[in-house]
């Protein structure tokens, strides 16, 4: 077997492929149908403080190789996600990745304080769900700043920074001079759709997030640029489908990719990402960090 096993902020993941936050549920789900540990990690459904029902229907509309979604961060809150779910986790040995999301600085010290000592691996800090009112914090260089430093002050462990995409170098700079170990680029994009029955938005907050094969060249285009650009780890995230996407963003810069959207068309696309890029790599007689940021080096 080719070893895929990669190191980010000191957590050791089995391999680059990771399941994205808000499409892979908790794991159990998947379990029932994958192998769930062929997978580098798991990144949970977005966390906050307290229980959240998330957006009325319709959540989700298909678009042109693309899918968007006003889900809203439902997620049953911090306390119960600990009672319930991340013991689950930590059983079956996955690697976890837990996202939070919170309204001000001091609610994402307050989830990692909590989180602090549970046994997570990441902390996924997101700063950039487009379908949730309230500020965007992900677009402002000193409220990511303040965000990331308020979690270092209770979260010893490593810690991810989900940016959006139209964030800019100056933010991504910022996360990680505020203590983040890697950037993830990116989150989805702000877009929207219109019921030409109704003639009136599709969703209730009118606008949503774009994800899916539509945003894979962007998202391609944003990894490229932040790893010209910063001296940390980036994982590409977007429009990742097969072994030749994660590919892609390998030759980017990226450090390792997350898998979203894929999961709702084929369950097993992330095992088949993993499948292909062993035997890539084992054909060529490579390496994943060899091949890493080949394509920066060319231009």
């Not at 190191?7 to 050791?12: A, D």
């Not at 962007?218 to 995230?237: M, N, S, T, W």
């Not at 977007?238 to 963003?249: P, S």
Request: hydrophobic share 45%; net charge negative; charged share 20%.
């Amino acid at each position: 077997m080719t070893d895929l096993s990669i190191e980010i902020g000191g957590v050791k993941l089995a391999n680059p492929v990771i399941a994205a936050s808000g499409t892979f549920g908790y794991g159990r789900e998947y379990a029932q149908l994958i192998d769930v540990d062929r997978l580098g990690g798991i990144c949970t459904k977005g966390i906050t403080i307290l229980p959240r029902d998330g957006n009325p229907p319709p959540r989700l509309w298909e678009t042109p190789s693309g899918l968007l979604n006003s889900i809203g961060l439902e997620n049953p809150g911090i306390e119960a996600f600990l009672r319930d779910e991340l013991p689950e986790m930590k059983k079956r040995g996955w690697t976890t990745i837990i996202n939070i999301w919170g309204e001000t600085a001091a609610e994402y010290g307050a989830l990692a304080c909590r989180l602090a000592g549970s046994g997570a691996d990441v902390l996924e800090v997101n700063v950039s769900c487009p379908n949730v009112p309230g500020t965007r914090l992900g677009e402002r260089e000193d409220a990511v700043r303040d965000v990331v430093a308020a979690v270092c002050d209770s979260w010893q462990g490593a810690i991810w920074v989900k940016l959006p995409p139209d964030a800019g170098i100056h933010v991504a700079r910022a996360a990680i001079e505020a203590g983040g170990d890697a950037i993830v680029a990116s989150n989805t994009f702000r877009a929207m759709a219109i019921d030409i029955a109704r003639r009136a938005p599709v969703f209730d907050r009118g606008v949503a997030g774009l994800s899916g094969p539509a945003i894979k060249p962007i998202a391609l285009r944003v990894v490229y640029e932040l790893c010209q650009a910063i001296d940390a780890p980036v994982i590409g995230c977007g429009g990742i489908r097969t072994w030749r996407d994660a590919l892609e963003f390998a030759l980017a810069g990226a450090a390792a990719v997350e898998v979203g959207t894929a999961h709702y068309v084929d369950p097993c696309c992330g095992i088949a990402i993993v499948e292909g890029l062993e035997a890539y790599l084992r054909e060529r007689k490579t390496s994943w960090g060899d091949i890493r940021g080949e394509a920066l080096r060319k231009t």
